[in-house]
């Protein structure tokens, strides 16, 4: 019977040369396809860097004209109401046009600084980054949204030149929530960007919570990325999947917990479960968000719970219900190509409380395994990335723990493993 448990993520696709990288996935036809962008974004972005170049040099009021124009201008505010002669581009995702706009997105020094150029550029490397870009999106958003539902619920009951003191409290408060401090920031930014592309991409804001239409568009997300990766995935998968498991685990018979959409084996394999579902005609994969907020509070009570991972599983509930991945007789996980982000920290947890907390298993090792690879001619040593990944897991693992030392304890009982996978 199977002692060993692994853990796999998109490395182990990406070993086999599978392009399952969300920068490959934005680079591709697909993408481009379910797009409205507009090729003269950079000139755009730079100019925000120079209207911030305005409170430099003391140009306050001119910093704020300038900013009341820009919003009014994303907006298509006009004479006769904001929310008129908006051009739909209903075959546009949202979410595909809303990353297109990230990938081009300009510098920020961090979240909370202002615009700046010189500052370092924001990438998204891997699927975490998808995932926290739709959080930080989601938790950020909730103070435009609920002014823009006022100014057009205003709109909508007065009209855009009538009772003009309401319409412009609501325009004033909508300005203020873009700009704090007379600054322009990394939120602001994306927040403008965001109202205008909900728009543009179909939101019936009438009648529609903008909630319930993010959540369709990021389903019908999930599927374009299938349609996407399985035409990424050659004949021979399968087998070299197959191969490549065996190798990382060196056995042929191990339990697996899969946080990729392909599979290699039976689905009805009780020892493999795939965490976010799978390329199956009857599945499509699952993005989702945290159930911890960014500053650590539960996600439930939100008005975008629906976007949690916790809620997205128990649409597998089903399918998963029979699996057995996590059996008591496991005395070795393996880690392989998963960035044990924030992100599936719940899914992780589980996992040590399981065979560390609950099983108080004396025997149980933890094994974290890499590879090393080139990217256009730069070698990348995984083993200082795999050090920093583990001591963040288990620092937020044993802060919650306090009675215990985890990871320190495994330390010492020499229970915590770090191997290059050789080729």
């Known amino acids: 019977m199977a002692n060993k448990l692994a853990v796999i993520g998109n490395g182990f696709d990406l070993h086999l040369n599978i392009t399952s990288s969300f920068t490959d996935f934005l680079k591709s036809d697909i993408v481009q396809k379910?797009?409205?962008?507009?090729?003269?974004?950079?000139?755009?972005?730079q100019q925000l860097d120079r209207i911030s170049n305005l409170l430099d040099n003391g140009n306050e009021q001119e910093y704020k004209d300038q900013i009341s124009y820009l919003i009014e201008s994303h907006l298509i505010f006009n004479q006769i109401s904001p929310f008129e002669n908006i051009k739909i581009e209903q075959e546009s995702n949202y979410w595909c046009c809303y990353f297109q706009y990230l990938s081009k997105f300009p510098n920020?020094?961090?979240?909370?600084?202002?615009?700046?150029?010189s500052s370092s550029q924001i990438h998204l490397k891997n699927w975490s980054d998808i995932e926290f870009q739709i959080q930080y999106l989601l938790e950020n958003s909730k103070e435009?949204?609920?002014?823009?539902?006022?100014?057009?619920?205003?709109?909508?009951?007065?009209?855009?030149?009538?009772?003009?003191?309401?319409?412009?409290?609501?325009?004033?408060?909508?300005?203020?929530?873009?700009?704090?401090?007379?600054?322009?920031?990394?939120?602001?930014?994306?927040?403008?960007?965001?109202?205008?592309?909900?728009?543009?991409?179909?939101?019936?804001?009438?009648?529609?919570?903008?909630y319930d239409y993010l959540f369709a568009e990021l389903i019908n997300l999930e599927k374009i990325f299938k349609d996407y990766l399985k035409k990424s995935i050659p004949d021979n998968y399968e087998i070299?999947?197959?191969?490549?498991?065996?190798?990382?685990?060196?056995?042929?018979?191990?339990?697996?917990?899969?946080?990729?959409?392909?599979?290699?084996?039976?689905?009805?394999?009780?020892?493999k479960t795939n965490v976010h579902s799978t390329l199956k005609d009857s599945d499509h994969p699952i993005f989702g968000i945290s159930t911890n907020s960014l500053s650590g509070k539960k996600n439930y009570d939100e008005p975008y719970y629906k976007f949690t991972k916790t809620f997205r599983i128990m649409t597998l509930s089903k399918s998963n219900a029979l699996k057995d991945t996590l059996p008591e007789n496991i005395d070795e996980v393996i880690f392989y190509g998963h960035s044990l982000s924030s992100i599936d920290y719940l899914y992780l947890k589980t996992i040590l409380d399981k065979y560390i907390n609950e099983l108080d298993n004396m025997k149980i090792k933890?094994?974290?395994?890499?590879?090393?690879?080139?990217?256009?001619g730069r070698f990348h040593n995984m083993e200082?990335?795999?050090?920093?990944?583990?001591?963040?897991?288990?620092?937020?693992?044993?802060?919650e723990n306090t009675s215990k030392s985890t990871f320190?304890?495994?330390?010492?009982?020499?229970?915590?493993?770090i191997k290059e996978l050789e080729d």
């Open 34 to 45: 379910n797009s409205i962008f507009d090729e003269n974004i950079n000139e755009k972005y």
């Open 108 to 117: 920020f020094t961090n979240d909370q600084d202002q615009f700046s150029i």
């Open 144 to 210: 435009i949204f609920n002014t823009f539902n006022i100014l057009q619920k205003l709109d909508e009951k007065y009209g855009y030149t009538s009772n003009q003191s309401e319409i412009k409290k609501a325009s004033d408060k909508l300005y203020k929530s873009l700009t704090n401090n007379n600054t322009i920031s990394y939120k602001n930014v994306l927040n403008l960007i965001h109202l205008q592309l909900a728009i543009k991409t179909g939101w019936k804001f009438r009648k529609q919570s903008i």
């Open 240 to 271: 070299k999947a197959k191969k490549l498991a065996q190798k990382i685990t060196e056995s042929d018979d191990f339990n697996l917990f899969n946080f990729n959409y392909t599979t290699f084996y039976d689905s009805k394999d009780i020892t």
């Open 366 to 376: 933890l094994t974290f395994k890499y590879s090393n690879y080139e990217d256009n």
């Open 384 to 399: 200082q990335n795999q050090l920093i990944s583990i001591f963040k897991l288990f620092n937020i693992f044993d802060s």
């Open 408 to 417: 320190q304890k495994l330390l010492l009982e020499h229970r915590i493993n």
